[in-house]
């Protein structure tokens, strides 16, 4: 059954319109220092001398920090690739992050030294005082040029720069590959394309920010910052530390933003953390926004070779893909799956492709590390497959909405297993097509195709169909407890960063409990009182947060009925339970909720049951595969290369929806993000590692004004493999977005134009003079 909560408001919102939200810098350690950090302005060098004892003697500094203090701590590696098996069985290449770089720099921005004062002005004024003699080597940025037998090389147990070789499917015996191999020599049409996926700053609205305190007789660490799982990040940061997690506690309160980033240790948490340890003073440190663009970790920036089989008819035999992905100067925990398994757990997406095959190459460049963001290979797999369709219309004479339309995974054909051994358990990709090509009008567009073109622009329209895999980590928990009084504490690991989780996760409660959500408070952000999780990310915080709520909700019911029946004198296959209360079948006799938790509390204390009311359950659950269609409708000013977004559709599938408000908003804020990647954002590095788009002057962000009104229409068929029913949305807009975006602006400009993303005015002028 379909389901969709349609709700007035979301219960965080009052606090943070009145200023009244705790984000980073508003919560400062009583007596605490500041820190600033040193960082490399070199992207590739040798460190001969580092020599701190001017700043040493500065006004206000307490102490200033190097990688020869840390030396006698012998702390692990700030980040190191999650293991994963790659070509012939080998795992990731993982070089060591010191937490301050004592021998070689790899970026420009690596931090080196740490001045800790009684003001952020005065350690950043101490830190100019700091000598630090290079010896410069020669640094590569690209990754396809890191590639080159010449290119410098960064790691000696990574020959070629290459982190990490993969290719999916399994394949031991070579069958697939021939069949693969057969599709492609008998096809009508190969359609080859070489894409472009740059780089992107993730741009919080809050710069990172962390407070580090430590406790010496408790021997415990505390560290406040941004995250988006408390217990994620304090395993990490624990193990870099050498110290039992439980050593360590992680604190994180209102955050502003985060879309992947703020998911990981980083190196100045084990600095800060151990020069608390060492002064017995907590240290507190803001990011600038400058600083952010060199230390956080970025997005995307991989380069894609596709191929496309296609019959005669345009049917799709088979497709391959080639990758390459900048790892950056550093592994970090996950960054190799966005181009992996992200990759290959979405494909073929919506379409019935019965032979496919990626291969990956992560390789190692002097820039700053990357990591997810937001979709974190669900973008990249439907861009390439999205791309390579609208190819495949321009070489076959097919329309592109009824080439796709000739290759959707048909309703009689879920569960779908895909080439790559993924099963779509449920969708409608027919229905939501249609819909979308509805919705946009798209049997009119000739018309309004020429009328533009009299009116002396370019009019084009695009089709970005998307699937993508969202759950990652299998597993999560959640705690339900009763403190006494009306009230029920619903505890969760995955760490909120506007989504809306105090509004969803008390009402998911509340509905199964048939209580009102005011009675219900959702905590989370401390890995000392609250169940440990895996997070938000990988659009999963609805289907596994949530159906870890709904199945502890069911446990206390099922645990509440045994006390209900001693309560009631009745029976227990004789309770039933609704609306907030336990009730002997066929009578009038019942007892509410919080009177059988209170009670149960009390016999529990008095042995006479074995535990409370209060309950945790940690759910096992697979992926889900939320879909959709978007449909963009682009003019262009022949004579800039301008181009205004004049109409633009969504519609998409995220099984049942818990929240129509928080899922619209979501699509919105998705789209304004895919949209900045498609037209507008773009990280660029020059030649010897420095980061020339290092600020807002060069770094361009959308406006509001390029971001248009947008049709958003929800057509959900519930997920089967969860208690509610539900897909990931949380990434669906970043999706869809680049490939409706990049397709209808191809579609307006020249046959045979070239383009790659960002659409700048520029770019589009330039493609225009060339086709």
């Known amino acids: 059954m379909t389901v969709h909560q349609k709700f007035s408001g979301r219960v965080e919102d009052e606090a943070l319109l009145r200023g009244q939200g705790r984000f980073g810098d508003d919560v400062k350690p009583e007596g605490s220092l500041a820190a600033y950090f040193l960082r490399s302005p070199h992207a590739f060098a040798r ?32 980040s190191h690739p999650h293991p994963m098996p790659g070509r012939g069985g080998k795992v990731a290449v993982a070089p060591h992050r010191p937490a301050l770089a004592g021998e070689r720099v790899m970026h420009v921005g690596e931090p080196l030294a740490m001045v800790v004062a009684v003001s952020a002005a005065a350690a950043q004024d101490a830190a100019e005082l700091i000598v630090v003699e290079y010896e410069e080597s020669a640094a590569v940025t690209d990754a396809r040029a890191a590639l080159a037998p010449s290119a410098p090389q960064l790691w000696p147990e990574a ?85 039992k997690p439980e050593e360590l506690r992680v604190v994180t309160d209102d955050l502003g933003g985060a879309f992947g980033m703020k998911g990981w240790c980083y190196p100045e948490y084990v600095a800060m953390l151990h020069g608390a340890r060492v002064l017995n003073r907590p240290i507190h440190w803001v990011s600038t926004r400058s600083e952010a663009f060199v230390s956080d970790n970025q997005g995307r920036d991989s380069f894609w070779t596709v191929e496309l089989a296609l019959s005669k008819r345009g049917r799709f035999l088979a497709l391959r893909v080639g990758c390459i992905g900048n790892m950056g100067a ?15 757990g979405c494909l073929p997406t919506v379409y019935d492709i019965p032979h496919a095959q990626v291969n990956t190459r992560c390789v190692f460049t002097n820039t700053l590390p990357t990591g997810p963001y937001r979709g974190a290979g669900r973008p990249e797999a439907s861009y390439l497959i999205e791309r390579a369709i609208d190819a495949a219309a321009d070489q076959t004479g097919i329309d592109a909405a009824e080439l796709r339309r000739r290759n ?34 798209y049997a009119g567009f000739a ?71 005011e009675a219900v408070t959702l905590l989370s952000g401390d890995s000392a009182r ?13 289907m596994m947060t949530g159906g870890a709520i709904a199945v502890t909700t069911d446990r206390v019911i099922e645990k509440g009925k045994k006390v209900a029946a001693m309560l009631l004198q009745a029976g227990e296959a004789e309770i039933d339970y609704r609306d907030g209360k336990f009730i002997v079948r066929g009578t009038a006799r019942e007892v509410p909720l919080f009177e059988v938790a209170a009670r149960a509390a009390e016999l529990a204390r008095q042995g006479v049951i074995a535990e409370s009311l209060d309950s945790q359950v940690t759910v096992k659950l697979p992926p889900s595969f939320p879909n959709g269609c978007h ?44 949209l900045g990647q498609a037209l507008t954002e773009n990280t660029v590095y020059d030649a010897g590692g420095q980061l020339v788009s290092g600020s807002f002057m060069d770094y361009a962000m959308p406006r509001a004004h390029d971001v248009p009104s947008m049709q958003v229409e929800h057509r959900a068929v519930a997920c089967r493999t969860n208690p509610l029913g539900v897909k990931g949305t949380g990434e669906a807009g970043t999706t869809a977005a680049p490939p409706a975006l990049i397709n209808a602006i191809l579609d307006a400009l020249p046959n045979g134009a070239q383009l790659d993303m960002p659409a700048t005015p520029e770019r589009v002028w330039k493609a225009l003079q060339k086709a």
Request: charged share 20%; proline share 5%.
């Open 47 to 78: 460190i001969e001398r580092i020599d701190a004892t001017a700043a040493k003697a500065a006004k206000g500094v307490v102490a200033v920090f190097t990688a020869a203090d840390l030396a006698s701590a012998h702390y692990h590696s700030i």
């Open 408 to 441: 959707l995974i048909q309703p009689k054909q879920i569960p779908y297993t895909t080439a790559f051994g993924n099963s779509y358990d449920s969708g409608d990709f027919p229905g939501a097509f249609e819909r979308a090509l509805a919705l946009s009008h």
């Open 159 to 243: 020959p070629g720069n290459i982190g990490f070789d993969w290719s999916a499917p399994a394949d031991p015996d070579g069958k697939k590959n021939a069949a693969l191999e057969r599709a492609f020599a008998e096809a009508a049409h190969v359609v080859r394309v070489e894409l472009v996926n740059q780089r992107l700053v993730v741009a919080s609205l809050e710069p990172r920010t962390a407070s580090a305190s430590y406790d010496a007789e408790s021997k415990q660490f505390t560290l406040r910052c941004g995250s988006q799982a408390v217990a994620a990040v304090r395993g990490q940061v624990a193990g870099s530390l050498s110290i």
């Open 631 to 674: 449909v963009a409708e682009v003019e262009i000013d022949p004579d800039t290369g301008a181009v205004r977004i004049v109409n633009y559709v969504a519609v998409g599938d995220c099984g049942n929806g818990l929240d129509d408000t928080i899922v619209t908003g979501q699509m919105h804020g998705g789209v304004a993000q895919g």
């Open 530 to 542: 609250d169940v440990p999780g895996f997070g938000a990310v990988a659009s999963r915080s609805a």
């Open 447 to 517: 018309a309004r195709k020429k009328a533009a073109k009299k009116a002396g622009r370019l009019r084009g329209i695009g089709i970005g169909c998307y699937l993508e895999i969202a759950g990652a980590f299998p597993e999560e928990a959640a705690r339900i407890a009763f403190p006494g009084g009306d009230k029920v504490l619903v505890s969760v690991g995955a760490g909120g960063s506007g989504q809306g989780h105090p509004t969803v996760f008390p009402a998911v409660a509340a509905r199964r409990f048939g209580i009102a959500p």
């Open 330 to 344: 550093y592994f970090t925990g996950v960054a190799h799956f966005v181009v992996t398994t992200h990759i290959s």
